[in-house]
């Protein structure tokens, strides 16, 4: 049983950081980890994935060059620092792993067998 569990979330004003983390247990051996997230009536969207070994990233372009995704050294723990914050970033966001995912599935929701329970990012004044 794989369980993903995300964390970090909260109230942030514009222009402002945080760090989102997703806690990996149990038996997976997805080569990649991703985050989406969805605003209130809008379809899950990606955000970012990571090659658990190796560490090679992808972003979607709404995010590049504002969030890094990274990973720890025991590969347990996924990491979305996001920085330079808008009110357009606010949703839940959401870390995914599937142990068939292949690199140009990366952006599909779909593709994705086990999803965390998500954590609420609000980006306000």
């Known amino acids: 049983q794989v369980r993903l569990v995300e964390s970090g979330g909260g109230l942030v004003l514009p222009g402002g950081s945080l760090r989102l983390s997703c806690a990996v247990s149990?038996?997976?051996?997805?080569?990649?980890m991703g985050w989406f997230r969805q605003a209130p009536g809008k379809e899950r969207e990606f955000v970012a994935a990571?090659?658990?070994?190796?560490?090679?990233?992808y972003y979607s372009d709404s995010v590049k060059g504002r969030f890094t995704i990274s990973r720890d050294n025991t590969k347990t723990t996924v990491y979305l620092q996001m920085d330079s914050l808008k009110p357009e970033d606010t949703a839940v966001y959401f870390c995914?792993?599937?142990?068939?995912?292949?690199?140009?599935?990366?952006?599909?929701?779909?593709?994705?067998?086990?999803w965390g329970q998500g954590t609420q990012v609000t980006v306000s004044s």
């Open positions: 149990g038996s997976t051996s997805s080569r990649y």
């Open positions: 990571i090659r658990v070994s190796g560490g090679h990233t």
């Open positions: 995914a792993a599937d142990p068939s995912i292949i690199t140009s599935q990366l952006t599909n929701p779909g593709a994705y067998s086990y």
